[in-house]
């Protein structure tokens, strides 16, 4: 059951963030794009790990992909040019790629069948994220009310 | 004994069915059970939509001193048939330079999330369709798709009131989804846990055996609770927040280029999403599926649950029959300046009360919060203030 579910989000998220690369309209490759978001979100869900998963769909679908959506409608416009093979793109993609191949490769693989461990509930995660993980939280805390207020400056161009 | 037997009435059913099948495997028993609850749901909260979509033009013709519909059944109540019929055989107008896929996908993604919400309430005891460990969060992760599928509209219709509205409807849902979600922090921080079905146990016992232990009978929830209602308006595009889709401004925003079924399913998406706002409510602060007081429980508890859904569903009618269209900037200045230090408010407030113990104490003091913080934020929000001829910061 669980190899068949495997193979279908798997066919699923792949599809997505295919059609995501190669669609030319930047909309429906954004929107393909947010499909392979939940696509992992269901990774997550099929593992075990609920949480990770729900902060997944509400991260990614909510936020990241409606700020994707927004900052291709206020930037540019859509144009009928042909796209161009772009080297230097090419370049980083191959970097990236192996890049991740390397660190998959190097990574040491646990022998023989996983030990079963009791699956997290949001509970433990919270109390972790108060005590012992409670500076990295507040400095995260920090940094994105800066980042608020600094957006808020930037587009205020009116007289007080 | 019997009030027993009806309080678990449809389990029992569920139950029943179910038996059918007890030779079948593990998965098939599950997946047999999932389609049970789904048709339960959909059963359930599609007639509940028929029902008050007609009760609220009955309502609204009442405040506003006309009849309402009554040319269909007894009292117009088969005027949903009607309607779901006209719409079914109306014309499905897609406009000829709109992204036809996005334009078609925009309605479905916009009920999809809508449905998947209502998923993790508790309707009664044992009667949470699917009970997961962050029911609450669940509900806000799938929430948050809807922001998309109102872009896809807007996008898709490729029309300039479309774009308009979408932008205007996405704005406000973005920034109100903040006191939305701080609003909940006080009651799960008091009943420790995220999930519906813990946050409606916190709420069984009574205070002296007669006031029940809601957390609206607390100021920090009875203040969370007002808080959450009017994000709750704007989530659901209801007015007086439902600029997006203004008549006599944007045509109707994200929806103007929409006709017949499709239409007809942003409306239900609308319901919906009112339905899963109310139902959520009922069960972080106006205490789920319990009785209101002890002796009183022997009424089924789904009774209950709809009792008060349809209390706060005639407060959302109410309130569109007697509040005219607030402003853009306004909905926006009240999210930012007043919504959310309110909400930051609650949540002091309820540590407040957690730790003076739960009793009268503990409730002054944090009653006192929240007056301060009211009273501090409406000084100085009102003290710039001044009569003087009016500006306009966006038209000029």
Known sequence: MSTVAFFAIAIFTLAAALAAASFSKLIHAALCLALAFIGIAAFYFSLGAEFVGLAQVFIYVGAVAVLIVFTILLTRRESDAPVQFKWSGAVVALAVFAGLIWAIFKSPLPGGAAPAVAPLTVKQIGESLMTSYVWPLQCVGLLLTGALIGAVVLVMDEKP | ?396
Request: hydrophobic share 55%; aromatic share 16%; glycine share 8%.
């Open chain 2, 1 to 396: 004994m019997s009030g027993r037997f009806l309080d678990q009435i449809f389990i029992s059913t569920k139950q029943l069915l179910l038996s059918f099948f007890s030779g079948a495997p593990n998965w098939v028993l599950q997946l047999i059970s999932s389609l049970i609850n789904i048709a339960a749901l959909l059963g359930v909260f599609l007639s509940l939509f028929a029902l008050i979509s007609v009760l609220e033009r009955k309502i609204l013709g009442r405040i506003q001193n006309r009849y309402g519909p009554n040319r269909v059944g007894p009292f117009g109540l088969f005027q949903p048939v009607a309607d779901g019929i006209k719409m079914l055989i109306k014309e499905d107008i897609v406009p000829l330079r709109a992204d036809k896929v996005v334009h078609f996908l925009a309605p479905i993604m916009m009920v999809v999330p809508a449905i998947l919400a209502l998923g993790v309430i508790p309707y009664g005891r044992n009667m949470t369709a699917f009970s997961i460990d962050g029911g609450i969060l669940f509900f806000f992760a799938v929430g948050s798709a809807t922001e998309l599928a109102v872009f896809m509209a807007g996008w898709g219709s490729n029309n300039k009131f479309s774009m308009l509205g979408a932008m205007r409807a996405i704005a406000q849902m973005v920034s109100y989804e903040l006191p939305l979600i701080v609003t909940i922090l006080p009651v799960v921080m008091i009943v420790g846990s995220l999930s519906p079905d813990a946050i409606v146990a916190a709420q069984g016992a009574y205070w002296h055996g007669i006031v029940p232990r809601w957390f609206v009978f607390t100021p920090w929830g009875a203040t969370a609770f007002i808080l959450f209602f009017v994000s709750g308006l704007v989530e659901s595009n209801r007015t007086p927040f439902d600029v997006p889709e203004g008549e006599s401004e944007i045509v109707a925003g994200h929806m103007t280029e929409y006709s017949g079924f499709k239409y007809a399913t942003f409306f239900m998406a609308e319901y919906f999403g009112m339905f899963a706002i109310s139902g959520l409510a009922v069960t972080l602060f106006l205490g789920g599926w319990q009785a209101p007081f002890g002796f009183l429980q022997w009424i089924p508890s789904y009774a209950w649950f709809f009792a008060k859904l349809c209390l706060l569903l005639f407060v959302f009618i109410w309130i569109r029959g007697t509040l005219p269209r607030t402003r853009v900037d306004q909905v926006m200045n009240f999210a930012w300046k007043f919504m959310l230090p309110m909400a930051f408010a609650c949540i002091i407030a309820a540590a407040v009360w957690h730790y003076q113990g739960h009793g009268l104490r503990g409730w002054l003091w944090s009653a006192a919060v929240i007056a301060a913080v009211y009273f501090a934020l409406s000084y100085f929000l009102e003290s710039r203030k001044r009569f003087a001829p009016r500006t306009y910061r966006f038209a000029e």
